[in-house]
């Protein structure tokens, strides 16, 4: 390859493994969202030329963070001249924090600060600065997304199942909120995390959806988000090891993650949860959610991520997919529904409905979730409507519901399993 194809592969590696990284640390100096992540933007374009011209550095993401941190100084710097020149049209700001605009190698890192000790996470910071109480959590959830993910704002209303348009507009508002509102940049106070708890909680749960099952894309899964949300999650447990619903988070990743092995042939090809070979499931992994899973239960009340993760490890628990509790999983998510009454989970419990009680059942239940219209963007229902029709027989009906859910889809090994599904029902015998 020449200089120009490895420094481009480089950029694109890193722009996916380090944005979130490179963009907190530069937001911490910039104090601000829009100008760290325009100074990032600037840095990942200079490394192309610098890269093919010098090398690729041994430390990529020290390299990008070193010059959207300098580039975020000289915008401060500049601000700073113009804002003294004109003292009769300007209203006095507060003083730039001198310390951001010190020797990069001499700037103290700031910490999270947990009951255990500390804990640095520039992730955590960002995703606690984005998830501020004064914007409405549908922003908070879009704008860490798009930050502390990288996802292209396309992914990330697939993610929240609104279009583009709205998505890019929400994010833009966000943004404009917290420079007007002056939100600082800072993990908040102990007396302060409850408010944005919930928050944090949603974003990283999406972050991880996201890299479970990418939103577009050649691979099914973004390995290097599912490892960074299951860091996050971790790092949350370490700062706040008994509130039961970061407990229980961080074992609903685990017990799901514990799968990643089996979730593909050896060709790509997408396997279905009763096609996928148990014993390769890592054990250890489940053994430590099903640890949290009871440590949370007997805690008292179970919430969303907690019973979720006790449907994920049923699951997990039976011999073979066929003897799978369905009854106990229709149980639990009642439960699940009555604390959380969203469309997904009414979608996703039709399909342990559609085992207990057959999928006449079930696909009266999508049948009115699809007339709600609230998941009319979601991939996932005429998918399940789709296999609920053929096993009723109902091939052509079936056939139009998978081309329905390819028209909804962005994941090209989700498309390529869907293709398949559908070929293989259109040139089946009646």
């Known amino acids: 390859m020449t200089a120009e194809t490895d420094a481009g592969h480089a950029v694109a590696d890193a722009h996916r493994r380090e944005w979130a990284f490179v963009l907190a640390a530069t937001a911490r100096?910039?104090?601000?969202?829009?100008?760290?992540?325009?100074?990032?933007?600037?840095?990942?374009?200079?490394?192309?030329?610098?890269?093919?011209?010098?090398?690729?550095?041994?430390?990529?993401?020290?390299?990008?963070?070193?010059?959207?941190?300098?580039?975020?100084?000289?915008?401060?710097?500049?601000?700073?001249?113009?804002r003294s020149k004109l003292p009769l049209l300007v209203e006095p700001e507060e003083a730039v924090d001198e310390l951001a605009l010190g020797e990069l190698g001499e700037q103290k890192e700031e910490q999270v600060v947990g009951p255990e000790g500390v804990v640095p996470d520039e992730r955590l910071r960002l995703i606690f600065t984005c998830c501020h109480p004064a914007l409405a959590q549908e922003a908070q959830l879009a704008l860490t997304l798009r930050l502390v993910c990288g996802l292209p704002t396309a992914d990330v209303a697939r993610a929240l199942l609104v279009s583009e348009q709205t998505m890019a507009a929400r994010i833009s508002r966000a943004k404009k909120k917290i420079s007007a509102a002056r939100i600082p940049y800072r993990v908040p106070r102990p007396a302060e995390l409850p408010d944005r708890l919930t928050a944090v909680l949603g974003v990283i749960h999406l972050l991880f959806t996201a890299g479970h099952t990418a939103p577009s894309g050649p691979a099914l899964m973004r390995t290097d988000l599912a490892d960074r949300a299951l860091h996050l999650a971790r790092t949350l447990h370490d700062l706040m090891p008994d509130e039961p619903e970061?407990?229980?988070?961080?074992?609903?990743?685990?017990?799901?993650?514990?799968?990643?092995?089996?979730?593909?042939?050896?060709?790509?090809?997408?396997?279905?949860?009763?096609?996928?070979?148990?014993?390769?499931?890592?054990?250890?992994?489940?053994?430590?959610?099903?640890?949290?899973?009871?440590?949370?239960?007997?805690?008292?009340?179970?919430?969303?991520?907690?019973?979720?993760?006790?449907?994920?490890?049923?699951?997990?628990?039976?011999?073979?997919?066929?003897?799978?509790?369905?009854?106990?999983?229709?149980?639990?998510?009642?439960?699940?529904?009555?604390?959380w009454p969203s469309p997904v989970v009414a979608l996703n419990r039709t399909v342990p409905v559609s085992m207990a009680h057959g999928p006449a059942v079930a696909l009266a239940q999508v049948e009115a979730l699809e007339q709600d219209g609230r998941l009319s963007r979601y991939q996932y229902l005429p998918a399940i409507k789709a296999d609920l029709l053929q096993r009723l027989g109902r091939t052509d009906e079936a056939a139009a519901a998978y081309r329905q859910a390819l028209e909804l889809t962005g994941n090209e090994a989700e498309r390529a399993f869907l293709t398949a599904r559908l070929t293989r029902h259109q040139t089946s015998p009646m």
């Not at 990529?60 to 601000?79: F, G, N, S, V, Y």
């Open 29 to 82: 100096v910039a104090r601000d969202l829009d100008l760290a992540e325009e100074c990032v933007q600037e840095a990942y374009a200079a490394a192309l030329s610098a890269w093919e011209r010098d090398g690729i550095p041994g430390n990529p993401a020290a390299w990008l963070t070193t010059a959207a941190k300098r580039r975020a100084m000289d915008a401060i710097r500049r601000e700073r001249t113009f």
């Open 246 to 339: 970061v407990r229980g988070l961080l074992a609903l990743l685990l017990v799901t993650d514990a799968r990643r092995a089996t979730r593909t042939a050896a060709d790509g090809r997408l396997l279905r949860l009763e096609e996928q070979d148990r014993f390769l499931w890592d054990r250890a992994t489940l053994a430590e959610a099903h640890e949290l899973i009871v440590a949370g239960l007997r805690g008292g009340r179970a919430g969303r991520y907690l019973l979720q993760a006790a449907i994920a490890s049923l699951y997990a628990e039976a011999p073979t997919y066929e003897e799978t509790d369905w009854p106990q999983i229709v149980a639990l998510y009642d439960r699940l529904l009555s604390q």
